[in-house]
Nanobody
Framework: QVKLVESGGGLVQPGGSLRLSCSAS????????MGWYRQAPGKQRELVAIISTGARTDYADSVKGRFTISRDNAKNTAFLQMNSLKPDDTAVYYC???????????????WGQGTQVTVSS
């Protein structure tokens, strides 16, 4: 069984910063891409940033230059450094990881439970 746990959310003023963490645990053989998504009230869940095993990254246009995704493969953990936060960044942030749980098995997507980020003065 695999579990993803996010942490680091909270309330921050516009222009502030937060650092989210996503830790994967359980029966893990390997982890492919890891990504951060967010869902604001009344809106669909959207991709924020994604990072491959080789550390190749991609970002939503709305966060380019402000957010940075990274990962520590030895610790099965991904991070999202969020700077210059805006009220529009307010959402529940979810981590997703593409995980292989055994030799010769196909990868499956696993999601965390989400962490609330609120940007408000």
């Amino acid at each position: 069984q695999v579990k993803l746990v996010e942490s680091g959310g909270g309330l921050v003023q516009p222009g502030g910063s937060l650092r989210l963490s996503c830790s994967a645990s359980g029966t893990i053989f390997s982890i492919n891409a890891m990504g951060w998504y967010r869902q604001a009230p009344g809106k669909q869940r959207e991709l924020v940033a994604i990072i491959s095993t080789g550390a190749r990254t991609d970002y939503a246009d709305s966060v380019k230059g402000r957010f940075t995704i990274s990962r520590d493969n030895a610790k099965n953990t991904a991070f999202l450094q969020m700077n210059s936060l805006k009220p529009d960044d307010t959402a529940v942030y979810y981590c997703k990881a593409d995980i292989v749980t055994g030799w010769l098995l196909s990868p499956s997507d696993y999601w965390g439970q989400g962490t609330q980020v609120t940007v408000s003065s």
